[in-house]
T-cell receptor
Framework: KNEVEQSPQNLTAQEGEFITINCSYSVGISALHWLQQHPGGGIVSLFMLSSGKKKHGRLIATINIQEKHSSLHITASHPRDSAVYICAVPGPYSGGSNYKLTFGKGTLLTVNP | NAGVTQTPKFQVLKTGQSMTLQCAQDMNHEYMSWYRQDPGMGLRLIHYSVGAGITDQGEVPNGYNVSRSTTEDFPLRLLSAAPSQTSVYFC?????????FGPGTRLLVL
């Protein structure tokens, strides 16, 4: 089974700070996903990446396939970034498919004004 | 497009009752899945479907049934509800590796 570990579990920051959330997994993968769950419960896909780095606005995701590690960075954090950030990888018996995912437990980010 | 819709938003059941959680998408995505989310745990896959007429089990399928008669609809049936099925249920469709989630159904089994 592909174990997915996220750190930290909880993170509190001041507005404007640079944020880093980490994700490690145990089995080699084809791609890794980052998702955001809003305080109201809705879940949105942020990134799917298989190598290098992707950027969308103030969010940057990086992945090191050899080290089985990915990071999600938020630059110039804002209170509206407060959410749970979830990492996910292809699960067992998925054949590397991006359809059957194993999810981390999430990192709760709170950005104070 | 409405995206992925789920009904009901919230439901209370008594142990032993059955019910169906509805999920529909209007994006013509072939792949759909059901997850449950419990406190302190990551989302867990219950059942999934790769197209109309084709379904398969995920990580935690016991106590749940699914069917996929059309591309649009993917209902989840609880056969005989148990308190252990108290959870938040998310339906999702997938296209190009990106997951599109519904708003969730919060289920309480007493």
């Amino acid at each position: 089974k592909n174990e997915v570990e996220q750190s930290p579990q909880n993170l509190t920051a001041q507005e404007g700070e640079f944020i880093t959330i980490n994700c490690s997994y145990s089995v080699g993968i084809s791609a890794l996903h980052w998702l955001q769950q809003h305080p109201g419960g809705g879940i949105v896909s942020l990134f799917m990446l298989s190598s290098g780095k992707k950027k969308h606005g103030r969010l940057i995701a990086t992945i090191n396939i050899q080290e089985k590690h990915s990071s999600l960075h938020i630059t110039a954090s804002h209170p509206r970034d407060s959410a749970v950030y979830i990492c996910a990888v292809p699960g067992p018996y998925s054949g590397g498919s991006n359809y059957k995912l194993t999810f981390g437990k999430g990192t709760l980010l709170t950005v104070n004004p | 497009n409405a995206g992925v819709t789920q009904t009901p938003k919230f439901q209370v059941l008594k142990t032993g009752q059955s019910m169906t959680l509805q999920c529909a998408q209007d994006m013509n995505h072939e792949y759909m899945s059901w997850y449950r989310q419990d406190p302190g745990m990551g989302l867990r896959l219950i059942h999934y479907s790769v197209g109309a007429g084709i379904t398969d089990q995920g990580e935690v399928p016991n106590g749940y049934n699914v069917s996929r008669s059309t591309t649009e609809d993917f209902p989840l049936r609880l056969l005989s509800a148990a308190p252990s099925q108290t959870s938040v249920y998310f339906c999702a469709s997938t296209w190009g590796g990106t997951q599109y989630f519904g708003p969730g159904t919060r289920l309480l089994v007493l």
